[in-house]
């Protein structure tokens, strides 16, 4: 039996994201190598530090009972920008388990957008893009671990 309190919860938002015009993005996605670093490794292309970035990756509880919590997370451009890839977790920011990354999402409605991908040690616990084709919004819903007491991020 385990105790879940959403107020237990403090959700906040890491950007790591690159600059649409001079990055090439892989058509089918991130690869489980990158699950750790998830900085993009082809093409030479390297992070673009944007501030204010150009990207607004929110998330909001759409469903809390005794049993169940569950967010919505999403991902949308601001300003008429665009992006073609994308790479979602939640990562946690307590105790022993930190950095480790957390729960898992619900299976993608739009299989042309985006898949999940199995990082170590998990299912379903990180999203990618499908296409590299200009988006300007993707969303997802996610379940932390039944266990899981603590703060935790999405990056
Ligand atoms: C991101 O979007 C959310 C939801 O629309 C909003 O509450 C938040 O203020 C936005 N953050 C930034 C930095 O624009
Ligand atoms: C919590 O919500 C889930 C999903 O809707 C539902 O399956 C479950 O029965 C609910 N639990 C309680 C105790 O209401
Ligand atoms: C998640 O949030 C986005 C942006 O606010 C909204 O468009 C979408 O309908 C929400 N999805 C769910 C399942 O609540």
Redesign the pocket.
């Given at each position: 039996m385990f105790r879940l309190s959403i107020l237990n919860y403090s959700v906040s938002v890491l950007l790591l994201l690159d600059k649409t015009a001079k990055i090439q993005s892989l058509v089918y996605g991130t690869p489980v190598e990158n699950c750790r670093s998830m900085i993009p490794q082809h093409d030479y292309n390297l992070p673009q530090w944007m501030d204010p970035p150009p990207y607004n990756l929110s998330a909001?509880v759409?469903l809390s009972n005794t049993t169940t919590t569950q967010f919505?997370v999403?991902l949308f451009a601001k300003h008429g920008a665009t992006f073609k890839g994308f790479f979602i977790q939640a990562r946690s920011l307590t105790g022993d388990r930190a950095d480790a990354i957390l729960g898992s999402f619900d299976p993608v409605e739009d299989s042309r957008i985006a898949h999940l991908i199995n990082c170590p040690v998990g299912a379903n616990n990180a999203a990618t893009h499908n296409l590299n084709s200009p988006k300007r919004f993707v969303?997802f819903?996610w379940n932390p671990p039944a266990d899981f007491e603590g703060k935790f991020y999405f990056v």
């Open positions: 909001s759409i919505n999403t969303t819903v």
